[in-house]
């Protein structure tokens, strides 16, 4: 029963702690949604609310150019009515995550952290926090994708399909965890089920959007071929902005496709060495797309960062954390500076803000190999962990 409150209060505290910085601050929402850290083209709620206004007013959403969020999400939230009720919303799932993640811990037999914990750290990390008052829109890819990783633990392949669709349809990207959502799946028969149901579901999504969109399928090229083509050239924490920023026109649909094709390359090999670690295999899959995605946001890395605690069985494994830890600490105290630098006092230029979003993706980066390397002496070890033995590969 104390195990059980302790997971309700940090569920309400999370939702809590939320409300209570958006009602307390109102103008924090703004200040957040106009940083890069927090808002891209894709994310941001100033783009969502553009969208909402122009189909309350019956113009076309997407003629502009400005929008570039599912028209459903943008058909959703026009019919929320009050800025309170939004908040709310936020909050809400913000909880739902949190709480999902403490359900995903108990089927993880080796965890040697409470569950309450692991809920306890979403609900603290600053990251996530910041993210959810800024109102990205981020916040709903991130609560499908953890609904289907629950759902396919408790073995529910309908709303597993179901929720990574969604979780594709909001964002392109996400539909890559299919493939190690599958190898979580344990028939073949139920593997082929999940991608039919998963197609049917994304394609149903397509129709509707279709139809709210006045029959016009112009919302494809302004949602996912603006994300996959990095249409719009936006500085962010990610690694594409400053290659095409400085590239020659004449090479830039060549290496667009090279690094949709290097983010895609790594999730099979994950999947396929660490599918006796499904779930971990997924979570590195999670943490990959952060790194390599053109519009990647703080709440991205926050959102990957909340799994962390089910690593703890291989946290002895681990060479060099702290170093890890400081480099994506550097990066993101760092960033919001440099930028302010470069943008609002002219005194220096892009290549301050890049340089320190390299260390923030080197932070990243380190993390995941770090963890890569931790599950692979884990595995070494078959299970029994031997941290005096030291080697140099594997």
């Avoid at 949190?98 to 750290?121: D, E, H, M, N, S």
């Avoid at 309908?158 to 890559?176: E, F, H, K, M, Q």
């Avoid at 994950?270 to 006796?276: D, I, S, V, W």
Wanted: proline share 5%.
């Amino acid at each position: 029963m104390g195990a059980l409150n302790k997971e309700s209060y940090v569920v309400l505290g999370c939702i809590g702690i939320r409300l209570f910085v958006s009602l307390l601050f109102p103008s924090l929402q703004h200040q957040l949604d106009q940083a890069v850290e927090f808002s891209t083209p894709m994310t941001s709620f100033k783009s969502l609310y553009e969208g909402i206004y122009l189909l309350k007013n019956h113009i076309q959403v997407y003629d502009g150019g400005v929008v570039h969020h599912p028209v459903l999400l943008v058909w959703f939230f026009s019919q929320i009515p009050s800025e309170f009720l939004i908040d709310l919303l936020y909050a809400f799932i913000d909880g739902i995550i949190g709480y999902q993640l403490i359900q995903i811990t108990k089927y993880l037999r080796k965890c040697t952290i409470p569950c309450w914990v692991v809920g306890a750290v979403y609900a603290l990390n600053p990251l996530v926090l910041l993210s959810c008052v800024s109102r990205s829109s981020i916040i709903f890819t991130n609560l499908f994708i953890s609904s289907a990783l629950l759902y396919v633990l408790q073995g529910n392949i309908l709303i597993t399909a179901a929720c990574i669709a969604i979780a594709g349809y909001l964002s392109v990207y996400p539909t890559l965890l299919l493939i190690p959502l599958l190898n979580m799946v344990r028939t073949t028969n139920r593997k082929v089920l999940t991608l039919v149901i998963s197609l049917l579901t994304w394609q149903i999504l397509l129709l509707l959007s279709y139809n709210v969109n006045g029959h016009d399928w112009n919302f494809l090229s302004a949602t996912y071929g603006e994300l996959i083509t990095f249409g719009k050239v936006f500085p962010n924490l990610g690694l594409w902005w400053y290659f095409f920023v400085e590239m020659f026109d004449a090479f830039i649909p060549f290496f667009k496709a090279v690094f949709n094709l290097f983010l895609f390359s790594f999730i099979i090999p994950l999947t396929l060495r660490f599918h006796k670690q499904s779930l971990y295999a997924f979570v590195l899959c999670i943490g990959w797309i952060v790194l390599m995605k053109p519009y990647p946001t703080l709440g991205d890395s926050g959102f990957f960062l909340s799994f962390i605690p089910f690593f703890s069985p291989v946290f002895g494994y681990l060479r060099y954390p702290i170093f890890s830890s400081l480099l994506l600490l550097h990066g993101i105290l760092l960033s919001p500076i440099f930028y302010h630098l470069w943008i609002d006092l002219g005194s220096g230029n892009s290549n301050f803000f890049y340089a320190i979003s390299l260390v923030y993706a080197l932070g990243l980066a380190s993390i995941l190999a770090d963890l890569t390397w931790a599950l692979l002496r884990y595995e070494y070890d078959d299970g029994k962990p031997n941290y005096k033995t030291k080697l140099t590969q594997i």
